[in-house]
């Protein structure tokens, strides 16, 4: 099933959260207890505020109105550090299923006719904004059964970006479309510079979006959906955030993603 992208993030906040660049990390500085005292010390209302030091391998938050930070993609805190994690990273509300190398190959993109989202050059697809959804939920008109025809979980490592491209690449048919996208692995970056790789495990249809959009407007509320935008699997959204979230206008903004040009076997179009 399509996927509807929900709630966005509020259009009189991203010019300045777009425009204000990440504060710098000082990779010399130590990791012990003296810089967790820093922590939550510095008010913000986004992470461009914050200037305090974080340790090797972490980036800053902005979190309650409170500076902090956040372990990278890749890393656990550990021993007052952050430190290279094993296949499994940890989450707030457990494993995420990582994307593992050796189930990963070439996705021969150029001789599979993929074009969409800046395949044939490696482009970002840059200014985009990433919500998250549930697999199985009627709030997300999920049902445990994704547009590529495969079952999946909160759990999994997958994103949905707009089905609306993919199937224009493909005249319009699903079957083609989902054969070639589905499975693809993307490197996304949150504009405070956390990385997490993921996979194309569904696709959120855009038109549905803009007739919410609109409602929410009209409601008071204004809401903004750049071409790009991604919705992202509840437990994965957790790495990019930093932490998991049941609060639906809690969205990264600014963020940049493109494909790596290879495929996770294991999440091709009608695999499960």
Same mark, same amino acid.
């Given at each position: ?8 993030? &509020? ?32 008010? &913000? ?21 409170? &500076? ?22 940890? @989450? ?47 709030? =997300? ?6 547009? &590529?025809? *495969? ?10 970006? =707009? ?5 224009? *690449?493909?005249?319009?048919? *699903? ?68 932490? @998991?979230? *049941? ?26």
């Amino acid at each position: 099933m399509s996927r509807t992208l929900y709630h966005l993030a &509020c259009l009189s906040l991203v010019p300045a959260l777009l425009q204000a660049a990440p504060a710098p990390v000082d990779s010399s500085l130590g990791q012990g207890v003296s810089v967790l005292k820093t922590r939550g010390s510095q008010s &913000c209302r986004h992470v461009a505020q914050c200037t305090q030091a974080v340790p090797r391998n972490a980036v800053q938050t902005c979190k309650g109105g409170k &500076c902090g930070f956040a372990c990278k993609s890749g890393y656990t805190w550990k021993d007052k550090k952050c430190q290279a994690a094993s296949s499994g990273q940890a @989450t707030s509300g457990g494993t995420l299923l990582t994307a593992a190398a050796g189930h990963m190959v070439d996705a021969k993109l150029a001789s599979s006719g993929i074009t969409g989202f800046k395949a044939q050059s490696n482009g970002w697809n840059t200014n985009a904004i990433a919500s998250w959804f549930r697999t199985d939920s009627s709030q =997300d008109s999920t049902n445990g059964h994704s547009w &590529c025809y *495969n079952e999946y979980d909160d759990s999994l490592p997958g994103f949905a970006p =707009d089905v609306s491209v993919m199937l224009a *690449n493909f005249g319009g048919s *699903n079957v083609p479309a989902g054969q070639a996208y589905c499975g693809l692995e993307a490197e996304v970056v949150t504009a405070d510079g956390r990385t997490v790789n993921l996979i194309i495990m569904d696709g959120f249809d855009s038109k549905v979006s803009f007739a919410m959009h609109f409602q929410q407007s009209i409601l008071g509320r204004t809401w903004v959906r750049t071409p790009a935008s991604i919705d992202v699997i509840y437990k994965a959204f957790g790495l990019l955030h930093g932490s @998991t979230t *049941n609060d639906k206008d809690t969205v990264e903004l600014g963020v940049k993603w493109r494909l790596t040009g290879r495929r996770d076997s294991r999440y091709t179009f009608n695999s499960s």
